[in-house]
């Protein structure tokens, strides 16, 4: 299994949830999908042959921008 991480910052409900869910789950290959609403990260386990684009394609469909994964974006403090 491969592990893939993705920053979407326009995570902020649990309707998000289900959308991003929902359309990466959908993808073939794809295990697990979890959302975090506090750190708005995108998690994503696969098989291995699932590619990158076709994880971002998804969350895209599902009307969220994505970047790729920064551990620091979130933490920076007001």
Not at 5 to 34: D, L, M, T, Y
Not at 35 to 44: A, F, I, N, R
């Amino acid at each position: 299994m491969a592990v893939e991480r993705f920053n979407v910052p326009g995570v902020s409900c649990n309707h998000c949830v289900q959308a991003i869910s929902k359309e990466v789950g959908a993808v073939p290959g794809v295990k697990k999908v979890e959302v975090g609403l506090q750190d708005k990260v995108v998690t994503v386990e696969h098989e291995g042959s699932v590619s990158r684009e076709a994880i971002i394609d998804a969350i895209n469909e599902a009307g969220y921008d994505v970047s790729p994964y920064d551990s620091t974006i979130g933490l920076q403090q007001a």
